[in-house]
């Protein structure tokens, strides 16, 4: 069967649009029609509704898709191996991140790993806690970064970085230029929190419960699913909130906002990067598991620290 048939027809299922489909594969429109006819033609199916309201996936082309993927995804692991019997390791990784810490550190990774070893390519893939063990199981991503030790038949995990959660507000702010403050003077405060499924809420709900503290007591005024948005929000008065510090050190080094020390009150959170533990090899998927905890990767992770005030 010809790849580039199922190709198109993979993209065309998401599009829905024969001329989109031709754009992402930088192809002409009458070649992605030909190759749908003609794997319509091989198959002795139609895989599109073609009519006046626009292009629709038919019921054999909705039940066909699924299969289609998987060929094409077994054909690029069938590369991956060959390249990774090179001398050289090569090949593509993907890695499915749920945390804000996470998406900073690993774009300096994967540029330090292609450093070394140009001829792979690493995909990271933003998704939930559940999303990337999901995606890790299913064969769609090779390694996971989540925020707690995975415990699996399937899946292994290793440390990766502490997180460190701190609570900023802006330098305009009455507390900017104190100390510390007390627990109890946040719930006076409007705050900003991430969204439910969050790991860095998460990990705040739990620490403040160990001080008989609940949500409800809260004057929770907004509830955003991007740290860097929050961070804005804070610099510009909005409210108080509580952040993964690295989503926040280009505004901490910027003075335009604060990060207080909160007495008795620790938010460090373990961060892991697991992988399946019972797979087909991968070499470049295993030798950047090694890498991440190589000496020369040290400065990047210091970057996560919690730095107190002068």
């Known amino acids: 069967m010809d790849l580039d048939r199922l190709r198109v027809f993979i993209e065309a299922a998401q599009m829905l649009s024969f001329s ?9 429109q009458p070649t992605v029609s030909k190759y749908i006819r003609d794997l319509e033609s091989e198959l002795s199916v139609r895989l599109f509704d073609r009519s006046g309201a626009g292009l629709s996936l038919t019921e054999a082309g909705r039940a066909l898709l699924p299969a289609a993927n998987h060929l094409l995804m077994e054909y690029n692991k069938f590369q991956d191996l060959a390249k990774s019997l090179e001398s050289d390791v090569g090949g593509c990784i993907r890695i499915a991140c749920t945390t804000a810490a996470g998406k900073y550190i690993l774009p300096h990774l994967a540029a330090r790993f292609r450093n070394l070893h140009p001829n792979v390519q690493v995909n990271i893939l933003s998704c939930t806690q559940e999303g990337a063990i ?3 199981l299913e064969e769609e991503a090779d390694l996971g970064v989540v925020s707690y030790e995975v415990v699996s038949d399937r899946l292994e995990s290793q440390f990766f970085f502490t997180d460190h959660i701190i609570l900023i507000v802006s330098a305009n702010h009455p507390w900017a230029d104190r100390d510390y403050i007390e627990l109890s003077e946040i719930l006076e405060e409007p705050l900003i929190m991430r969204e439910s499924t969050s790991g860095t809420r ?26 860097e948005a929050i961070v804005s929000a804070v610099s510009a008065g909005i409210g108080i909130s509580f952040v993964s510090r690295m989503s926040a050190i280009p505004f901490l080094d910027g003075n335009i906002v604060v990060d207080l020390p909160i007495q008795g009150v620790s938010l460090d ?21 090694g890498f991440i905890h190589d000496p020369i990767n040290e400065d990047l992770y210091q970057k996560t620290h919690y730095q107190s005030k002068e």
């Open 134 to 136: 999901e995606l890790m």
């Open 20 to 28: 989109k489909t031709a754009q992402q594969q930088h192809v002409s």
């Open 269 to 289: 959170r373990r961060i892991f990067i697991a992988r399946r533990s019972i797979d087909t090899p991968n070499r470049a998927r295993d030798v950047f598991w």
């Open 202 to 227: 998460r990990a705040l709900l739990t620490e403040l419960a160990c001080h008989d503290i609940k949500l409800d007591d809260l004057k929770v005024i907004l509830e955003v699913g991007n740290s």
